[in-house]
């Protein structure tokens, strides 16, 4: 196999894939990338084998043909060589010659055949959508996914593919968040899947604001194919739980609030919060949103931000963390925040179906 | 939900609505079941998993709290969710087909070689074992987060292979798709010889080198096998990089493994050792009635206390004369007497007596480490390297054996009572005051109950 490039082109083209190469030891072929060389391009596969990612770059191909090399190292020498043109030559005996200006480097691969195959999905269910529409909705939910391995269904997000929308929900107990896309779904191709974090993460990196994306569920396995980039998952076993019990009834109390005024002033005042309890509190008067912290033995913070509210006076206290990472993550100007009473969740809210849920904590008066 | 936990759930109810708003109660509590009560847990059985999630991540305090107020004192929580599992193992039979790149056959545990009835509810748990139960359990709930490798030891029949089986079985049944391997060193050893003899190593190594969890009993027969070691030291190193899990057994501390290189000895004792000892008066009788109601006999009080009492050392063989007893029971319809037992029991009996530590066997044994004469326990002599010894079989004597302080005055030489409580205390003192005294003091104690 010898092909050349220009620097930019692999470096993009290997960034797209190298986050997947798997930390595990045991496996060495896991921590190379396939290169497969053909027809004026070069394919790039990675894979830890829950998650894969394909991706391509262009290249002048001499010599067609296929190897295998390790994904950091390559990545690494890439990024550093002087010269834009680079060309790669890779020996019967998978060592790659790398040559680049005045550089040369020599780099030992494994054999192509070694490397696992993505799996193929026949008999799939086949739904497309925007990149944009998926990608803002990852966004919006994937940060409330639970770390908490003990509770291995909920460290992942849930694709529900039913009723014409697709409905993204994350949740670790203590807050839940969901995302409704509006999507034209069969009857035959509705599914309720879980798509692990490492997936998630992923994919975010690779969607875009243009052109569609193709989504594929087969068993156990799911599909995200974005034309030039593909990124196969295995799917969390186990049904997710029914996350509809978690959403509050009607509220009580509805402020509207500026999104980014909002969340500079939780930023400020979560400065105080103390660790050992971290909330912040919300003291709702007429018109007026009163943001409280203290910590005993270090200090306290406080910041008024007028707002429209004509409701009873109450407080009520938050986890600043949590209540920050919606507000970071949405684009909105105006977000809802609806109450019901002290003790009861709190839910955010903005014009478009989108919900996040936050369990307030235990003011000690 | 029988008549006891509905009253025990509308009193807990009653003190539960004023700790969480009225919504939350509705939303939350509303459809909980309480389904088993005891003095120390309760059962409470929720429609599926979320409730479980949220009253954990959320309620907590609260029920906790109402717990203290409607009992007095604090339980422990469970939930069952009632969503039956069986709909999941079908799903990952299908995607386990579609899977490429593992070994990708089902595990269950009884091919494992797990005996189903070791699991960590039918363990019965003691002060003597409490901390290596705590330490299983934390283990098998985050395989390789908590303590890595575990490191279990204690004598025979006490548990060691009951507590690991338990955390393959916890770990195989929440986490289907990690691979446990679970194999007492004998077996390693003889699979290692085999490999080489057949040449194909690289698939033993994959066999091991790919687990998620490995459980290794009886480690101990590692010692002396130099290639078998080294092999084993490569796959723990590959494991426990990998950040997998390892959890070993053995009958003794890792350090007193005879023949055990060094740089396994450091890395056995990395993580979490834990010790098991021999269980309590109160405990084996806890066993006892537990095996008792799981074999569905029943016997008199005085039987079980009669064997509890008298069946000191091992678990093993407590259950082996319930059994023996039970089954007379059960086929003659003789009445149970003190007696009767005792025949019944003659041989075990006999062999718990014959462990009996002497005072002789005490001082021997001090007597060699201290590398002074046997005649120096006895002798008038009173150079402090030899009066050290002296004490230190004095001290262990008055603990290990139910002679009295003249019996052991005599023993040691025919000094009086007041020289052996004096030495009992001056030993006592260095242990506080000294480490490696003590240390020394423990490792002859435990030789000596071996």
Known sequence: MKFSATKEKLLEGLQQVQNVVSTRTTLPILSN???????????????????????????????????????????????ELPSSEIQVDVDGKNAASIRSGQSFFKILGLPEEEFPPLPKFEGAKVVTMRQKDLRDGLRRTSYAISTDETRYVLNGLLFSFKENKLTLVATDGRRLAMVDIELEIPRSQEADIIVPTKAVTELQRLLTDNGDVKVSVASGQIAFDLNKTLLVSKLIEGNYPNYKQVIPGEAKERVTLERETFLNSLRRVSLLASEKSNSIKLNFAKNNIDITANTPEVGEAKESLPVQYKGRDFSIAFNPEFLMAPLRNLTEDEVFLDLIDEMSPGVLKIQTPFLYVLMPMRISS | MDEKCTQLWQKLSAALKPQVSADTFKRWFSAVELVGATDKTLSFRVPNNIYQYWIESNHMAALQAAILIAF??????????????????????????SDSGRDTKPT???????????????FVIGPNNEIAHAASLAVAQAPARTYNPLFIYGGVGLGKTHLMQAIGQYVLAKKKNMKVIYLSSELFINEFIDAIQHNNLVKFRKRYRQADLLCIDDIQFLGGKERSQEEFFHTFNTLFDGHKQIVLSSDRPASEIANLEHRLVSRFEWGLTAELQPPAIETRLAILRKKARGMQIKLPDETFEFLANRIRSNVRRLEGALMRVASFASLSGKQLTGEVIEHLLKDILQEEARTSITIEQIQRRVAEHFDVRLADMTSKRRPASIAFPRQVAMYLARELTKSSLNEIGDAFGGRDHGTVLHACKTVKKRMKEQDNIRQTISFIDSSLQR
């Open chain 1, 33 to 79: 990338v396939l290169l497969q060389a053909s027809d004026g391009e070069v394919h790039l596969t990675t894979t830890d084998l829950d998650v894969g990612v394909r991706g391509s770059f262009e290249a002048e191909v001499e010599k067609e043909g296929a190897t295998t090399l390790p994904a950091r190292r390559l990545f690494n020498i890439v990024r």
């Open chain 2, 72 to 97: 007095g004192d604090p339980r422990e929580i469970k939930f069952i969710s009632s969503e039956s599992p069986i709909e999941v193992s079908e799903t990952i039979d299908v995607s386990r087909k």
């Open chain 2, 108 to 122: 269950s545990s009884s091919s494992l070689g797990l005996n189903p009835r070791n699991t960590f509810e039918s």
